[in-house]
């Protein structure tokens, strides 16, 4: 059965700082989406990462995937205001997507 | 949200009523998606539709039944609410081929009480 691990749950950081959150997952999966949700808001896809050792890059956000260790990192830089948001990974197999919990980001000024 | 729409947006329910809330996506995706969201958790799938005609089960389908109307539409259905069912609905469709990307539509907020 796949699960979907996300760490941490909560990140405070200050503007202008460097962060990672990472997306473990249970079993095989080639594909993981990181998604952005705000408040009272839908889901927003930010990347999709469909092969071992894919990297995409937006703005000051990066997703990375490694199927081997069964991991996704979404890597923040210089962090500002408007990232604060709740991040999501997901996996997915044939026709289902497991999320996990959610890392809720604030960036203070 | 473009392509995936859903009604109502907000709905309060007494223990015991039934609703059906309603999804719909211009897409042309063959798989939806409806999924429950509570505070502080991810997203949960209740049911999906791979293809029009065809319906199964995700992690958390008890007290719900869903329909795929047609291609567009795909609706979820809470025969007695309660109160363990308040919570925000999305409804999703996918691409049918790669990235297999979901859309979410804005979500419903329902509130059992």
């Known amino acids: 059965e796949l699960k979907v691990e996300q760490n941490p749950l909560f990140l405070s950081m200050q503007e202008g700082k460097n962060y990672t959150i990472y997306c473990n997952y249970s079993?095989?999966?080639?594909?993981l989406y990181w998604y952005r949700q705000d408040p009272g808001k839908s889901l927003e896809s930010l990347f999709v990462l469909l092969s071992n050792g894919a990297v995409k890059q937006e703005g000051r956000l990066m997703a990375s995937l490694d199927t081997k260790a069964r991991l996704s990192t979404l890597h923040i830089t210089a962090a500002v205001h408007d990232l604060s948001a709740t991040y999501f990974c997901?996996?997915?197999?044939?026709?289902?997507?497991?999320f996990g919990t959610g890392t809720r980001l604030k960036v203070l000024a | 949200n473009a392509g995936v729409t859903q009604t109502p947006k907000f709905q309060v329910l007494k223990t015991g009523q039934s609703m059906t809330l309603q999804c719909a996506q211009d897409m042309n995706h063959n798989s939806m998606y409806w999924y429950r969201q509570d505070p502080g958790m991810g997203l949960r799938l209740i049911y999906y539709s791979a293809s029009e005609g065809t319906t199964d089960k995700g992690e958390v389908p008890n007290g719900y039944n869903v329909s795929r109307l047609n291609k567009r539409e795909f609706s979820l259905r809470l025969e007695s609410a309660a109160p363990s069912q308040t919570s925000v609905y999305f409804c999703?469709?996918?691409?049918?081929?790669?990235?297999?990307?979901?859309?979410f539509g804005p979500g419903t907020r329902l509130t059992v009480t």
């Open positions: 997901a996996a997915s197999g044939t026709y289902k997507y497991i």
């Open positions: 999703a469709g996918m691409l049918d081929s790669r990235p297999y990307e979901q859309y």
């Open positions: 079993t095989t999966s080639d594909r």
